[in-house]
Every structure is written in structure tokens, then in C-alpha cells.
């Protein structure tokens, strides 16, 4: 039986940039070798796209961008090659493919970039179409959609970082009335893995919070600090989502933030859950509502708090392309229901196929 050809992407002109290469090194290691043939398709960080040919454990280091073997390479947007376009000695050639699977984070990767090119080459891939992707990626879109679908989440307030000076009176009022006031969180809307977010305790570290949050994305928004478990459930699927068992976070740090997921390993994580049954069930109902709201297709991670007090389920965030990682909260809450990493890889191609 012939094998699927999958190209995997990695890399991208992100902030996650690093974040993709250690994905992409799990993904590519862990597919099924017997039923996939895998093309590694490298981004760098300059934006230049290369055909890598080397070992993928040279991918999570960074060392496969000067890999002697590589040839610059795109995916080509005309559904006759429906596939790669490589550079060789004489000239180019194409490379068929059946399916993409874009493991890239952040801007330019999930935020309906890469989706879009996807969608005009007519190749399958694997997670959600270009709106959805853009949806989600724009924390306050995401936010104004949940809101309008009856999904509760934390109080927010957002403007663009181009009006602060002219508003920062009013902004300041804002969160105070609408708030609930300080502490409060900080965040570009439109960046991932909680780049540029900070927990902001009092009126003086606003502006330079701000700053920061500007420096990723020019929307900005503010959320109410809310004091609870940090719970998040996988999601896969198209129009019948299953969702996995809800996990918790014990973050090392003051919040979950870049270091904590990424580098530190040092964060706890409980599935399942601590929860009551009852409870823990809403959350998955929720969960899938949330999935479907949004348009969601292929795989989903969704983020929750749990408020202390009075248990109440705010959404957090839903993310597209969750981290591949060893340590990613994505692959092992599937692992704890009885789906294991290969096989997760192959069903969520097999949903790209489907849609």
C-alpha cells in the first residue's frame, strides 16, 4: 500500500517561532511511518522557506536552517501542483502532496495566514479553515463571539494601543467600573502562548504593560484577573467534536506564561482534573459548544477558569494550534483518555482528509 505524502511546516515569522521547531521535531518524529511519507518544509525566521532533507532532531535545535541539503521551496497556490514547488540544478520541479499539516504558532501560522494559501491550493491540512483561525486568534473577536453565543468569560475591554494616550483616563476609569479593578491582565489581542501579557496590580505599571502588549499586535486587551483553577480540555474533529477530559494547570510561575509552557517544564499538570463530575462535564459540554461557535475544525485546545468561590466556568481562550511539545497539555490530555501520540497525528490528518 502506498504511503500518504504530508508536508509538515514549521517555523514561521512569529514570536513562537522556537515553539514551532520543538512541535514540529515531536510531530515529525512521532507520525506513523508506515502510513505517512513525511516532507519537512521549514520556514525561517526571515520569512525564507526551505525543503529540509536532515534529520528532524535537527529541527527543535535550530541547526536545520544551514543543513547542506536544503533547497529553497513553496508551497505553490495553484491547485494543478497541488504541492511543493523545490528548486534543483536545472531549474524547479514539483512535489505532489496529499496533505498539509501546518505545526506553526502564532501570527503568520494560526491566524488564517497560512490557512488562506491552504485553501487557494486545494491541498487537505490539518486544523481550522482561515476564519475560524483568524476568529480565534484575535482575542477580543473571540471574545465578542463567545459573548454573543451565551459562553461566559472574565470581564474585557479592548481599543487599539494607537488611542491609549487620548484614552488612558477613561481606560483607567474603565477598569475600575467595569473591572472590578486592579489586578487586571494585559494582552495583545492577536499574539499566542501569552507573549506580551502581563499581570498588571496597580494604575503605575498600566503604561508600560501596555507598551508591551503594543509591541505584538496593535489591538490591546484588558481582562479581569480572576482566581481560580486553570482548566483546559483537547478538542478534535469537524462537525462532531470530541473532547478529551479536562486537565489542570499549576502554574510555576505568578501565570502560565512563554517560560512556564515552554521552557521551564516545571508547571504541574492534574488529568484529570480535580473537578466534581457534574462540573467537570459542563466543562466539556461548554467546551464543544465553544468549538462549534467559533467554527472550529480539525483540533482545538480550550482554555477555561474555574472561579474560586462560586465555580462559575469562564472561557479563556481557544487555541488552533496547540503546542506539540513533550510537555504540551494538548497530546497528553488525549494520552490520558487512551489515544496515544501517533495515533492522535493520524486521526487529526485523517479529519483533514474528511473535511
Avoid at 85 to 99: L, M, P, R, W
Avoid at 297 to 322: C, H, K, Q, W, Y
Avoid at 342 to 354: G, N, V
Amino acid at each position: 500500500m502506498s504511503k500518504t505524502t504530508v508536508a509538515v511546516i514549521f517555523g514561521g515569522c512569529s514570536s513562537e517561532h522556537e515553539v514551532s521547531l520543538l512541535s514540529a521535531s515531536s510531530v515529525i518524529q512521532n507520525i506513523p511511518k508506515d502510513k505517512y511519507k513525511v516532507l519537512c518544509l521549514g520556514i525561517t525566521k526571515a520569512g525564507n522557506w526551505l525543503l529540509f532533507n536532515g534529520d528532524a532532531a535537527e529541527i527543535a535545535s535550530g541547526a536545520w536552517e544551514h543543513h547542506p541539503n536544503n533547497h529553497t521551496a513553496f508551497l505553490s497556490p495553484d491547485r494543478g501542483v497541488h504541492g511543493i514547488v523545490t528548486e534543483t540544478a536545472n531549474g524547479f520541479t514539483t512535489i505532489s502532496v496529499d496533505v498539509v499539516f501546518p505545526v506553526l504558532h502564532g501570527k503568520n501560522g494560526e491566524d488564517g495566514t497560512i490557512q488562506g494559501l491552504l485553501q487557494l491550493s486545494g491541498i487537505p491540512f490539518v486544523g481550522c479553515d482561515t476564519l475560524s483561525s483568524a476568529v480565534c486568534m484575535d482575542k477580543a473577536t473571540t471574545n465578542i463571539l463567545l459573548e454573543s453565543a451565551g459562553i461566559a468569560q472574565a470581564d474585557f475591554m479592548w481599543f487599539y494601543a494607537c488611542d491609549y494616550e487620548n484614552i488612558k483616563q477613561q481606560v483607567k476609569a474603565d477598569i475600575m467600573e467595569q473591572l472590578g479593578g486592579f489586578p487586571v491582565f494585559v494582552k495583545p489581542a492577536n499574539a499566542g502562548s501569552s507573549v506580551g501579557v502581563s499581570k498588571v496590580k496597580n494604575e503605575t505599571e498600566l503604561d508600560q504593560a501596555i507598551t508591551a502588549a503594543a509591541k505584538e499586535d496593535k489591538k490591546i486587551l484588558i481582562e479581569a484577573c480572576i482566581i481560580g483553577k486553570e482548566i483546559e480540555c483537547a478538542v478534535m474533529g469537524n462537525d462532531v467534536p470530541r473532547v478529551s477530559a479536562a486537565g489542570q494547570i499549576a502554574p510555576s510561575a505568578e501565570f502560565y506564561d512563554y517560560q512556564d509552557k515552554y521552557k521551564n517544564g516545571t508547571s504541574k499538570v492534574i488529568i484529570p482534573a480535580p473537578l466534581d463530575h457534574a462540573l467537570a462535564a459542563n466543562i466539556c459540554s461548554i467546551a464543544a459548544k465553544a468549538y462549534r461557535a467559533l467554527g472550529c475544525s480539525g483540533l482545538s485546545r480550550v482554555d477555561f477558569f474555574v472561579r474560586d468561590g462560586d465555580n462559575a466556568i469562564l472561557l479563556n481562550e481557544i487555541n488552533t494550534l496547540p503546542g506539540f511539545t513533550s510537555i504540551s497539555m494538548y497530546p497528553m490530555l488525549w494520552e490520558a483518555c487512551g489515544v496515544n501520540y501517533s495515533h492522535l497525528l493520524h486521526q487529526i490528518i485523517q479529519y483533514a482528509f474528511d473535511r
